[in-house]
């Protein structure tokens, strides 16, 4: 049976990246392979040197571009990510929107290089035109729902049927965000054939942001 995925997106809060990238890291390593869950953590560009630091873990970045080695100036390729030990990427995050036509060769080269993608779409429209790339996760994540208190499976759990529905027999799997906090809001995704979640601002920004995390599970303690 394959483990329901938990990608926690760090995005560049200040207590998740930059100088602080590492004392948070540190919080989830006595948590790791404790729980039959798949658990990555997003990094931001800046930290994806931590990989190494932290072989146990696994880690994506929050963004990758259509370019290999060369002469590209603040771009970052699949092949450096590979190099630093980052298992995948996520791609068009809706506060890192990719032009469509940019998409295919993206996917193209990450799927080259060895890496794994997921491709974020906002409405069920673009997971459907998205099915074709074959990624190994869609993220249907509505912006008007990030970072709120109100996650997608609570407000539009039949999209979320939908975009499973569409993929049936794909070998992308659907993973759920915007808004999601709770162990209800985690557990009614699976329900609806979700293989995970991405979360971001309901763990790094918790107060206690391990507990956070085995809260969203139902871990009491």
């Given amino acids: 049976m394959v483990k329901p995925v938990i990608i926690v997106n760090l ?13 948070f890291l540190l919080k989830f390593v006595p948590f790791v392979d404790s729980y039959d869950i798949r658990l990555i953590f997003a990094l931001h560009p800046i930290d994806i040197r931590l990989a190494g630091q932290f072989p146990e873990m696994e880690f994506y ?7 290999n080695y060369g002469p590209y100036t603040g771009q970052i390729s699949s092949q450096v990510l590979m190099d630093f030990g980052i298992k995948g990427s996520l791609l068009n995050h809706s506060e890192k929107r990719v032009q469509k036509d940019k998409i295919e060769s993206t ?20 997971a459907r035109d998205f099915k074709k790339f ?13 970072g709120g208190n109100i996650s997608v499976s609570t407000s539009n ?5 939908d975009v499973v529905n569409e993929y049936s027999g794909s070998r992308s799997l659907i993973l759920v965000g915007a808004g999601i906090k709770s162990h209800k809001d985690y557990h009614n995704s699976l329900k609806l054939g979700a ?19 085995k809260s969203l599970i139902g871990i009491d303690s």
Avoid: M, W
């Fill in 61 to 67: 970045a929050q963004h990758i571009d259509p370019v």
């Fill in 157 to 161: 759990p039949n999209v979320i049927r």
């Fill in 107 to 126: 996917v193209q080269l990450a799927k080259d290089a060895g890496l794994e993608t997921v491709l974020c779409c906002e409405n069920y429209s673009e």
């Fill in 134 to 146: 074959e990624t190994d996760f869609v993220a249907y994540e509505p912006p008007e729902l990030i």
């Fill in 195 to 213: 293989g995970g979640v991405l979360i971001a601002s309901g763990i790094v920004l918790s107060d206690s942001p391990l507990q956070a995390l």
């Fill in 11 to 23: 995005k560049h809060y200040r207590v998740s990246s930059g100088p602080e990238s590492e004392r």
